[in-house]
T-cell receptor, first 111, second 108 residues
């Protein structure tokens, strides 16, 4: 089974901190995604990557950046965390053709 | 209006009941996913389908491409089926569009 592993289930950070959320997949998928999920808004795409060192903005990239130095790892970076970035963050990977595998999610609280 | 609409938003039923969750979409798609999210957050892909019907255990998913509509059915529902069920449509170019989710609660 494909596994998508997110490094933390729960995270509490202070306003202004730089925050790294890590995601690792073990099935050599080309495509990786970061979503955030908020009540009433569903899942929204922040960034995705279709190859090493490649990235594309999703629907809500403001306040975030990403890094993909190796195929298996896709990092989401909050340069200066703010309270409105308190959310559930979900990573996913896909080999293409629409098949997706999601991670367990990281619930981030910014205080 | 959202591109993907699910109904109902919340559903409470008794154990053993037959459950139906509906998904309508307004865009052209390559495939449709049904996802399950348990408390705690992790999302599991239940089905990906682009036509017809798929069955896995007590779960059945159908799609009507002409009517832009899909349904997820659960037969002989059980409290462990309690979760949020999310419909997502794949438009190609790695773009998934998600519905708002249906919160299902099955009471013993």
């Amino acid at each position: 089974d494909v596994k998508v592993t997110q490094s933390s289930r729960y995270l509490v950070k202070r306003t202004g901190e730089k925050v790294f959320l890590e995601c690792v997949q073990d099935m050599d998928h080309e495509n990786m995604f970061w979503y955030r999920q908020d009540p009433g808004l569903g899942l929204r795409l922040i960034y995705f990557s279709y190859d090493v060192k490649m990235k594309e903005k999703g629907d809500i990239p403001e306040g975030y950046s990403v890094s993909r130095e190796k195929k298996e790892r896709f990092s989401l970076i909050l340069e200066s965390a703010s309270t409105n970035q308190t959310s559930m963050y979900l990573c996913a990977s896909s080999p293409g053709l629409g098949g997706y595998t999601f991670g367990s999610g990281t619930r981030l609280t910014v205080v | 209006k959202n591109e993907v609409e699910q109904s109902p938003q919340n559903l409470t039923a008794q154990e053993g009941e037959f459950i139906t969750i509906n998904c309508s979409y307004s865009v052209g798609i390559s495939a449709l996913h049904w996802l399950q999210q348990h408390p705690g957050g992790g999302i599991v892909s239940l089905f990906m389908l682009s036509s017809g019907k798929k069955k896995h255990g007590r779960l059945i998913a159908t799609i009507n491409i002409q009517e832009k509509h899909s349904s997820l059915h659960i037969t002989a529902s059980h409290p462990r089926d309690s979760a949020v069920y999310i419909c997502a449509v794949y438009q190609g170019a790695q773009k998934l569009v998600f519905g708002q989710g249906t919160r299902l609660t099955i009471n013993p």
